[in-house]
């Protein structure tokens, strides 16, 4: 009897081991086709689908909502600093010089033009025209280096507009003097404290509105008109020979109309006077040098550098905060 029951529970235990191995079998193959199937584990494919879905979403954007770069470009929101005086029209009013042409009251404040901001100093252009300076002399090829208007402006002008106090605030700058392509050479680069905008940087400061023609893709320089390029001369810059030229109906809307309307000049420039004003570029020779015309026109032809008064002068210059 105890035999028969011995031999019992062994076979029970045999049965229960293969089964055992059998299960197991199965859930391997099981196990083994399903990663070959591309299928994983409902807790690894949780944690996979949370990896995923955490990166962000790529913004994208429309031509208007675009983001504009980082670039040093010009920017009416400057940061001045409370110790410059800024006018109600926005204009930074800083340093004295004679501009009513009544000499016997004095010098007046002048007013400067926010080109840009450059962080740590102000890029600034004076709002009128200045005086009328020679820029070189007759039948001599110059260049701004060599210009009597680079002379005039870092010692007659420099030291007459400014106080000893305000000249700490001008800083001595490397300006780049680059050749316009198909002109003469500008010369090489020269350390100013004040200077005539070149013609890069005009273009740069006032974008044209209307373009009358470029160079080829090896050179983006323009010639072209922009309203904000018009300048009006102070009586005082107005007492030789500037050349002036009041904008009248027939001008507006004669020969000269057509780009000046294209240009998006408003009618309300009609009977105001306007005058050129220099450059620092070499113009087409090297007694030429490239100016702004009366009508807002940056002609990079240039005109004649010669002993003349006819074109005026807007300083430029740096200040630091």
């Avoid at 191995?21 to 086709?33: H, P, Q």
């Avoid at 005009?202 to 009358?212: H, L, R, V």
């Avoid at 810059?237 to 001008?251: G, P, Q, S």
């Amino acid at each position: 009897m105890i035999k028969r029951i011995a031999i019992l529970m062994l076979s029970v235990v045999l049965f229960l081991g293969m089964t055992a191995c059998g299960d197991y079998d199965e859930y391997v193959d099981e196990v083994e086709t399903s990663v070959d199937d591309g299928y994983y584990p409902a807790e690894e494919e949780t944690y996979i689908s949370e990896e995923v879905s955490d990166f962000p979403e790529e913004k994208s954007y429309t031509a208007e909502e675009e983001p504009e770069p980082d670039e040093d470009k010009p920017s009416s929101t400057a940061e001045v600093p409370s110790w410059l005086e800024v006018n109600d029209e926005g204009y930074v009013v800083f340093g004295m010089y004679e501009q009513d042409g009544d000499e016997s009251n004095g010098p007046e404040p002048i007013e400067w033009q926010i080109l840009s901001d450059e962080g740590d100093s102000l890029l600034l252009l004076s709002r009128y025209v200045l005086d009328d300076t020679i820029y070189g002399y007759w039948a001599t090829e110059i260049t701004w280096e060599t210009s009597n208007m680079r002379q005039w402006l870092n010692d007659d002008f420099y030291n007459n507009a400014f106080s000893d106090d305000e000249k700490e605030l001008i800083p001595t700058v490397l300006l780049s003097n680059p050749t316009i392509h198909g002109m003469t050479s500008s010369g090489n680069d020269t350390e100013d404290k004040i200077f005539c905008l070149s013609a890069e940087e005009i273009a740069e400061f006032f974008p044209f509105t209307y373009t009358i023609w470029s160079y080829d893709d090896e050179d983006t320089m323009l010639d072209g008109y922009c309203p904000d390029l018009l300048a009006e001369a102070t009586p005082y810059a107005n007492r030789d020979y500037i050349t002036r030229t009041i904008l009248d109906f027939d001008y507006y809307e004669g020969m000269a109309g057509p780009p000046l309307q294209k240009a998006g000049f408003s009618p309300d420039v009609i009977d105001k006077t306007f005058c050129a004003w220099w450059t620092r570029t070499a113009g087409i020779e090297g007694t030429n040098t490239a100016y702004v015309r009366y009508d807002g026109d940056l002609n990079l032809y240039g005109d004649y550098n010669g002993e003349h008064r006819m074109v005026g002068v807007r300083p430029a210059m740096y200040i630091m905060k």
